[in-house]
């Protein structure tokens, strides 16, 4: 990828370590409708991970438009049946995903956030999301380079925010939702996207960030690619901040690389004086997203596992008074981490 290319494109690629793979399995899939793909990704995960029951999390799905800028914004939410300690209002993470993504997935980490007491609102980003599986093959790199546009980039952060303004505007919902305690959480793009909103500022361009998100989470950040060092971009941002990657969280894309040396470097220039960075050993870039078996079956299994106990460890520490969570979850999964973080 040049280095002309506008930052905000970001070196992205959240499920994409082997494009000929995932677009195979695209191909093979067309056939089925969304609901049947779906279901049984749901029952692929739930064989290989222990998953919430219906009984423990509510799965409501939106299909917003914003008339503002002519583009639609779907969305699911997964709520807690029952808020803990009987509060009746619960925090909210609202989740980014990765390129080629959609609102479905996650779901081993949204369904765990609602059952342990956190409402978890998954967006859709309609310029990037899994639509672009779709079509010819031989076109799929020019639909990723039509997703990789400093206005995509742009639009996935008024997205959360838009979303945001809609599920504070339900009644029904907002009275389950507590508006101070607002997280910000994205894999690979959606990192970025977290980033942006949380207060990341890229030379030249709008500011983006949102003052309701709190907390922000980034799984597999890459760099904010064409800008140099990353220190002027995220010094900004002072929300406690939780950064997730792997030994082998590599993005390879044609004429670029971006490996776990850069989700360090993020985090390094983080302005944040509460920030905490987990390295998982081995790994891969995709294994923080639903699909099993890459970065090894048991591995895979085992981070996610790990990966979404970390998260409501996180932010147990920071609004459930459980100030000794990440040390108590670091000593439960010390065997999961890189020796050198």
Known sequence: MPRH??????????????????????????????????????????????????EQVEALERDWVDSARGR??????YLPRAAPGGDARVPLV???????????????????????????LHVQH????????????????????????EAEAIARAQDLRFALDQVLADPALAARLDATRIAALGHSYGANT??????????????????????VV?????????????GPILAPIGLPALHVTAEDDDIRIPGFFSGVQDRVALYEAMGSTSKRLVVFRDGSHSMFTDRL??????????????????VVAFLDSLWRERGDAL??????HTALLSPGA
Request: hydrophobic residues 45%; proline residues 6%; glycine residues 12%.
């Open 126 to 149: 309609v310029g990037s999301d899994n639509r672009l599986w779709r079509g010819s093959p031989w076109d799929l790199l020019e639909r990723l380079n039509g997703a990789a546009t």
């Open 94 to 120: 609202v989740v980014s995903h990765g390129i080629g993504g959609s609102r479905f997935g996650y779901s081993y980490l949204g369904r765990h956030l609602a059952a342990q007491g956190y409402a978890a």
């Open 194 to 215: 977290a980033l942006l909103v949380s207060g990341a500022r890229v030379p030249g361009k709008p500011a983006l960030a949102d003052a309701r998100v709190k907390a």
């Open 293 to 310: 078996g890459t970065g090894g079956s048991a591995h895979n299994v085992a981070v996610k596992r790990a990966t979404r106990e970390l």
């Open 72 to 77: 639609a914004v779907p969305a699911r939410l």
């Open 5 to 54: 290319r506008p930052a905000l494109i970001l070196a992205l690629i959240g499920a994409v370590t082997s494009l000929g793979l995932l677009g195979c399995a695209s191909r093979a899939s067309e056939s089925l409708t969304e609901a049947e793909r779906v279901a049984t990704r749901q029952t692929q995960l739930a064989q290989a991970l222990p998953m919430p029951s219906a």
């Open 218 to 230: 980034a799984i597999s950040a890459p760099p904010f690619h064409g800008y140099g060092a990353p």
């Open 327 to 332: 040390e108590r979850w670091q000593a439960e």
